[in-house]
Nanobody, 123 residues
Framework: QVQLVESGGGLVQAGGSLRLSCAAS????????MGWFRQAPGKEREFVGC????????YYADSVTGRFTISRDNAKNTVHLQMVTLKAEDTAVYYC????????????????WGQGTQVTVSS
């Protein structure tokens, strides 16, 4: 079955950077929009951003615009989330997801999900 595996999470100080990666398998990766979501304790899972199948378009939540960047490598079936100037409120489990739609910022718009990777930002 389709597998999405995130990596790169960890503990970082406020103001620091992290780069998350998501490796996809058993998926026609280059035909899927790839998204990143996050879920903090006690909160709903929220949209972080997504990238079109070709990588030509990206969309971000207002809370991360200017600090987070999504990129993808279709030859390697991977998508990345570069995070800079991290804040304590960025602490969450980060999930990558694949959508057959052109664009979606909703949980229901994604067909496949990874297991998540923890990002903790200390203030």
């Amino acid at each position: 079955q389709v597998q999405l595996v995130e990596s790169g999470g960890g503990l970082v100080q406020a103001g620091g950077s992290l780069r998350l990666s998501c490796a996809a398998s058993r998926l026609t990766f280059s035909t899927y929009t790839m998204g990143w979501f996050r879920q903090a304790p006690g909160k709903e899972r929220e949209f972080v951003g997504c990238i079109s199948w070709r990588g030509s378009s990206t969309y971000y939540a207002d809370s991360v615009t200017g600090r987070f960047t999504i990129s993808r490598d279709n030859a390697k079936n991977t998508v990345h989330l570069q995070m800079v100037t991290l804040k304590a409120e960025d602490t969450a489990v980060y999930y990558c997801a694949a959508s057959a739609r052109t664009y979606s910022d909703r949980y229901a718009g994604y067909d496949y999900w990874g297991q998540g990777t923890q990002v903790t930002v200390s203030s």
